[in-house]
């Protein structure tokens, strides 16, 4: 080769099985095309030192500017928190309206499955259409995470510190109801913290600095400290509205004060929210987000194929408690089955070993078509005003608050039924379902409601039996658990091999990371 001419060797071609031989013979087959028309003439040793010298002058005069030049500038080192607020809230609701679905809704028997149904036959390590919520509540918590940091280390972003504590409160209560103890204290931090964080006791996670209860109260703090006039963009809960975090906030401390109240005394911090009333009261303020008829936002299970959606039908359980309160929600959660010849509804017992029972879909009753042909009507449900209602009720009911039960009840009732796109019959909240009516018990009337209501709302109608046994769930079919109804959630697997140490110490405690051992606020 003469002086400065520059002869270009691919990489994925050149090896030492390569010799003299090889690269005539390449270039008379045109596998070597950029060597057309060039006489190659030099040994091996040859190559070998004009390889070596091209990787030097690659060398040197790559690594001067590597940074610069690896640097995509069109992928940014950090994300905005407005894309990631509005990440984490779509995340959050849709994963979990689908996990409502397919699992919450079978632990807490609105209905149940047809098939692939282990986890509906409460083998919980066995998650199959869902069941595995653990990665829903950790990924989202840790990229909240980067929001609550970008917030309080850039001056032009403190307006989502608020919004942020405020939702970790939220999704740390959603993980600690369903698995107990986790890890949390040394968690969500990524590259800042450690891989293999401590399991921190629920009792803690509630009641301690920067736990859940604590960052509710400098979640409304912060943002009644922010004087600022930038906006809080990327909210499709509020629309950037502060003070609706403010509501959301407080409807949530008399969420968790309520669902505490067995262990510690809440009733002068329940009494207080009360009286001030600047919570959730009615389902315009709901903090929700409309699902719609087209992809990527309509419900999940209108974009699965129909096999899916077809293996989930009425429970028994759903169909015995909404027939026996002459309940109209009836029709709007659920559709006539095929094989009905006046508009009937027919539900199944949850749970049936689907290897030796054969089930014809036409006998039994789908889900509406708010679930699937029209799910503009549905929602991604963080909390609502009937469920706040319905909480008091109960404090009430309890004497934890001096307020009227029935009253709050009734309330609860009206909200849900707008809720659920459904009209309240006249004469309802004065036939069976009528506060304490005849042989009925306020509390298990409270608790039922609330149960309805919460159909798809992630695992929250499961979770409400667990703590206060209503309504009264029925023994399933053919059980995997010895005919009990779990009371937590398994930790994954993949604790096990990623977290041992710390996984070993919180499977003891849970009796060998039993289903069947309670969380702190249900001992």
């Given at each position: 080769m003469r002086p400065h001419e520059v002869l270009v060797?691919?990489?994925?071609?050149?090896?030492?099985?390569?010799?003299?031989?090889?690269?005539?013979?390449?270039?008379?087959?045109?596998?070597?095309?950029?060597?057309?028309g060039m006489k190659i003439k030099?040994?091996?040793?040859?190559?070998?030192?004009?390889?070596?010298?091209?990787?030097?002058?690659?060398?040197?005069?790559?690594?001067?500017?590597?940074?610069?030049?690896?640097?995509?500038?069109?992928?940014?080192?950090?994300?905005?928190?407005?894309?990631?607020?509005?990440?984490?809230?779509?995340?959050?609701?849709?994963?979990?309206?689908?996990?409502?679905?397919?699992?919450?809704?079978?632990?807490?028997?609105?209905?149940?499955?047809?098939?692939?149904?282990?986890?509906?036959?409460?083998?919980?390590?066995?998650?199959?259409?869902?069941?595995?919520?653990?990665?829903?509540?950790?990924?989202?918590?840790?990229?909240?995470?980067?929001?609550?940091?970008?917030?309080r280390t850039t001056e032009t972003f403190a307006v989502y510190e608020g919004p942020a504590l405020i939702l970790k409160a939220y999704m740390a209560a959603g993980l600690t109801g369903l698995f107990g103890d986790v890890p949390y204290f040394e968690a969500f931090n990524g590259i800042n913290g450690t891989v293999t964080p401590a399991y921190d006791l629920q009792e803690e996670i509630y009641l301690n600095e920067n736990g859940i209860l604590d960052n509710l109260d400098k979640g409304i703090a912060a943002i009644e400290a922010y004087t600022d006039v930038i906006p809080l963009e990327g909210d499709i809960l509020f629309n950037g509205n502060l003070d609706a975090w403010i509501k959301f906030a407080n409807a949530l401390k008399i969420k968790h004060l309520v669902r505490i109240s067995d262990k510690i005394d809440v009733s002068n911090d329940l009494q207080s929210l009360f009286d001030e009333g600047n919570y959730i009261t009615s389902n315009s303020e709901?903090?929700?987000?409309?699902?719609?008829?087209?992809?990527?936002?309509?419900?999940?299970?209108?974009?699965?194929?129909?096999?899916?959606?077809?293996?989930?039908?009425?429970?028994?359980?759903?169909?015995?408690?909404?027939?026996?309160?002459?309940?109209?929600?009836?029709?709007?959660?659920?559709?006539?089955?095929?094989?009905?010849?006046?508009?009937?509804?027919?539900?199944?017992?949850?749970g049936i070993d689907a290897s030796s029972t054969s089930i014809a879909l036409a006998n039994y009753s789908l889900a509406s078509t708010a679930f699937r042909e029209d799910t503009s009507t549905l929602d991604a449900n963080?909390?609502?005003?009937?469920?706040?209602?319905?909480?008091?009720?109960?404090?009430?009911?309890?004497?934890?608050?001096?307020?009227?039960?029935?009253?709050?009840?009734?309330?609860?009732?009206?909200?849900?039924?707008?809720?659920?796109?459904?009209?309240?019959?006249?004469?309802?909240?004065?036939?069976?379902?009528?506060?304490?009516?005849?042989?009925?018990n306020p509390m298990e009337q409270i608790l039922t409601q609330k149960w309805i209501a919460n159909v798809i709302n992630g695992y929250e109608g499961w979770i409400e039996y667990r703590r206060t046994g209503f309504p009264q769930l029925q023994?399933?079919?053919?059980?995997?658990?010895?005919?009990?109804?779990?009371?937590?959630?398994?930790?994954?697997?993949?604790?096990?091999?990623?977290?041992?140490?710390?996984?070993?110490?919180?499977?003891?405690?849970?009796?060998?990371?039993?289903?069947?051992?309670?969380?702190?606020?249900?001992?």
């Amino acid at each position: 080769m003469r002086p400065h001419e520059v002869l270009v060797l691919k990489p994925d071609l050149i090896s030492s099985s390569h010799n003299n031989e090889n690269l005539k013979n390449s270039e008379q087959n045109n596998k070597l095309p950029f060597f057309k028309g060039m006489k190659i003439k030099f040994s091996m040793k040859k190559i070998i030192y004009i390889v070596s010298v091209l990787s030097l002058i690659f060398t040197t005069s790559c690594t001067k500017d590597f940074e610069d030049i690896n640097t995509n500038p069109n992928a940014p080192s950090s994300v905005q928190p407005s894309l990631l607020l509005r990440q984490v809230i779509y995340d959050f609701g849709e994963n979990m309206s689908y996990e409502g679905f397919v699992a919450g809704d079978l632990l807490a028997q609105h209905r149940t499955a047809l098939d692939f149904n282990l986890f509906d036959r409460h083998a919980l390590k066995s998650p199959q259409l869902g069941g595995n919520p653990w990665p829903i509540f950790y990924t989202n918590l840790r990229d909240n995470e980067i929001i609550l940091n970008q917030a309080r280390t850039t001056e032009t972003f403190a307006v989502y510190e608020g919004p942020a504590l405020i939702l970790k409160a939220y999704m740390a209560a959603g993980l600690t109801g369903l698995f107990g103890d986790v890890p949390y204290f040394e968690a969500f931090n990524g590259i800042n913290g450690t891989v293999t964080p401590a399991y921190d006791l629920q009792e803690e996670i509630y009641l301690n600095e920067n736990g859940i209860l604590d960052n509710l109260d400098k979640g409304i703090a912060a943002i009644e400290a922010y004087t600022d006039v930038i906006p809080l963009e990327g909210d499709i809960l509020f629309n950037g509205n502060l003070d609706a975090w403010i509501k959301f906030a407080n409807a949530l401390k008399i969420k968790h004060l309520v669902r505490i109240s067995d262990k510690i005394d809440v009733s002068n911090d329940l009494q207080s929210l009360f009286d001030e009333g600047n919570y959730i009261t009615s389902n315009s303020e709901n903090a929700i987000f409309n699902f719609t008829n087209t992809d990527p936002n309509s419900f999940r299970l209108a974009q699965l194929r129909i096999g899916d959606f077809n293996n989930f039908v009425l429970s028994e359980t759903m169909e015995t408690i909404l027939v026996g309160l002459n309940d109209t929600r009836l029709s709007s959660l659920f559709r006539p089955f095929s094989n009905s010849t006046a508009n009937e509804f027919n539900g199944l017992l949850n749970g049936i070993d689907a290897s030796s029972t054969s089930i014809a879909l036409a006998n039994y009753s789908l889900a509406s078509t708010a679930f699937r042909e029209d799910t503009s009507t549905l929602d991604a449900n963080f909390i609502t005003a009937w469920e706040v209602q319905f909480a008091l009720a109960e404090a009430a009911a309890k004497g934890i608050i001096n307020a009227d039960a029935q009253t709050l009840y009734n309330s609860g009732v009206t909200l849900a039924f707008e809720y659920w796109n459904t009209a309240l019959p006249a004469d309802y909240l004065s036939g069976p379902a009528a506060y304490d009516a005849i042989g009925a018990n306020p509390m298990e009337q409270i608790l039922t409601q609330k149960w309805i209501a919460n159909v798809i709302n992630g695992y929250e109608g499961w979770i409400e039996y667990r703590r206060t046994g209503f309504p009264q769930l029925q023994t399933i079919s053919a059980s995997l658990n010895n005919d009990l109804i779990p009371i937590r959630m398994p930790y994954p697997a993949e604790e096990a091999a990623l977290n041992f140490e710390n996984y070993s110490v919180a499977a003891t405690a849970t009796d060998n990371n039993s289903i069947n051992v309670p969380v702190w606020w249900n001992e």
